[in-house]
């Protein structure tokens, strides 16, 4: 019996030492709970729900009090980071967000814009090399919390297609010439970003998402018979889709998917007679399929360490 009674206590015991600290909202609800980690801008902990354990991690705007120790048991601090921290309730690591997210890419690219009916045959096999090509990128995004963040995004495509023996119809003269044509295509896409991001708290490893709108470069080094420049812009979409694999707290692996839409409606072509404008209507959507590094900072800052008493908001 009094085996029984010790057992007793001593769940009781280390339930109260998992139940002393107090969460109370802005709402005015009070929690008993065990308060794992305090973030810059959130607040983990663990809590009883009809003898079930359950753990939320809840923004710290939506938090008009909080107190470790609050009801008198003494707790004992544990040295740690202030970005990691051991869970003591399953052995997991709780995970602070990294803040700024840089990423640097290199991939595959294949432009969809459809090619013209009634071409001959050379034509379309010189429009066909031109669909792939290299890309590379960089992004920048600022977190303001574990999903949004805003930045910028810049991406470069270039795709170049020969083709020797070509022959050419010149109208001015009425005679076929036979000689090589060259396309130097070059793309860049710059702009801001809003960016998506699923973390879970006890990973470095997250799904990645982003949208941005912004400007999209067009210039075509070329060459028929003489050397051949035309240029172009447009309002480009760029909307991304990836994965990123965590190799250390501030680098991972990523992989991505994006697409790009835009149409050229304008060009100005320069050769040796001069410039003239030509409107066009050409598609500069593509695919990039790409791998690159992630860099991550989590801006740690003293003050966002809490103490071990309690903070007011």
Same mark, same amino acid.
């Given at each position: 019996?009094?085996?029984? /009674?010790?057992? @007793?206590?001593?769940?009781?015991? %280390?339930?109260?030492?998992?139940?002393?600290?107090?969460?109370?909202?802005?709402?005015?609800?009070? $929690?008993?709970? #065990?308060?794992?980690? /305090?973030?810059?801008? !959130?607040?983990?902990?663990?809590? #009883?729900?009809?003898?079930?354990?359950?753990?939320?991690?809840? &923004?710290?705007?939506?938090?008009?009090?909080?107190?470790?120790?609050?009801?008198?048991?003494? !707790?004992? !601090?544990?040295?740690?980071?202030?970005?990691?921290?051991?869970?003591?309730?399953?052995?997991? *690591?709780? /995970?602070?967000?990294?803040?700024?997210?840089?990423?640097?890419?290199?991939?595959?690219?294949?432009?969809?814009?459809?090619?013209?009916?009634?071409?001959?045959?050379?034509?379309? !096999?010189?429009?066909?090399?031109?669909?792939?090509?290299?890309?590379?990128?960089?992004? $920048?995004?600022?977190? +303001?919390?574990?999903?949004?963040?805003?930045? %910028?995004?810049?991406?470069?495509?270039?795709?170049?297609?020969?083709?020797?023996?070509?022959?050419?119809?010149?109208?001015?003269?009425?005679?076929?010439?036979?000689?090589?044509?060259?396309?130097?295509?070059?793309?860049? @896409? /710059?702009?801001?970003? =809003?960016?998506?991001?699923?973390? &879970?708290?006890?990973?470095?490893?997250?799904?990645?998402?982003?949208?941005?709108?912004?400007?999209?470069?067009?210039?075509?080094? %070329?060459?028929?018979?003489?050397?051949?420049?035309? *240029?172009?812009?447009? *309002?480009?979409?760029?909307?991304? =889709?990836?994965?990123?694999?965590?190799?250390?707290?501030?680098?991972?692996?990523?992989?991505?998917?994006?697409?790009? =839409?835009?149409?050229?409606?304008?060009?100005?072509?320069?050769?040796?007679?001069?410039?003239?404008?030509?409107? +066009?209507?050409?598609?500069?959507?593509?695919?990039?399929?790409? +791998?690159?590094?992630?860099?991550?900072?989590?801006?740690? #800052?003293?003050?966002?360490?809490?103490?071990?008493?309690?903070?007011?908001?």
């Amino acid at each position: 019996m009094k085996r029984f /009674v010790f057992l @007793f206590a001593s769940l009781l015991g %280390a339930f109260c030492v998992q139940a002393q600290d107090l969460v109370v909202t802005t709402d005015q609800d009070s $929690i008993n709970c #065990k308060i794992m980690h /305090v973030y810059s801008a !959130e607040i983990y902990f663990k809590y #009883k729900d009809d003898g079930r354990e359950k753990s939320m991690l809840m &923004p710290l705007s939506k938090v008009a009090y909080y107190e470790k120790n609050y009801y008198g048991v003494q !707790e004992k !601090e544990e040295s740690t980071s202030t970005t990691d921290k051991a869970d003591a309730g399953g052995g997991k *690591t709780i /995970v602070d967000y990294p803040k700024l997210r840089i990423g640097l890419q290199l991939g595959l690219s294949y432009q969809l814009g459809q090619i013209p009916d009634g071409l001959k045959a050379q034509d379309e !096999e010189h429009l066909e090399g031109l669909r792939s090509g290299l890309s590379y990128g960089v992004e $920048i995004s600022h977190f +303001v919390n574990r999903v949004l963040g805003f930045g %910028a995004k810049l991406s470069y495509f270039r795709a170049k297609q020969e083709t020797e023996g070509y022959i050419w119809f010149d109208p001015s003269t009425s005679i076929f010439y036979e000689t090589t044509m060259v396309d130097d295509v070059r793309i860049l @896409f /710059v702009g801001p970003s =809003l960016s998506f991001r699923n973390l &879970p708290i006890t990973s470095r490893s997250s799904f990645y998402s982003s949208v941005s709108i912004g400007g999209l470069l067009y210039k075509d080094n %070329a060459y028929l018979m003489e050397p051949i420049t035309i *240029t172009g812009s447009a *309002t480009g979409v760029g909307l991304d =889709l990836g994965y990123d694999i965590s190799l250390s707290k501030h680098f991972s692996l990523g992989i991505l998917f994006s697409t790009t =839409l835009g149409v050229l409606t304008n060009v100005e072509v320069e050769d040796s007679s001069g410039i003239s404008e030509v409107p +066009v209507n050409f598609s500069l959507c593509r695919f990039d399929l790409s +791998v690159g590094i992630r860099l991550m900072d989590y801006l740690d #800052k003293k003050n966002d360490e809490v103490e071990p008493s309690y903070r007011r908001y």
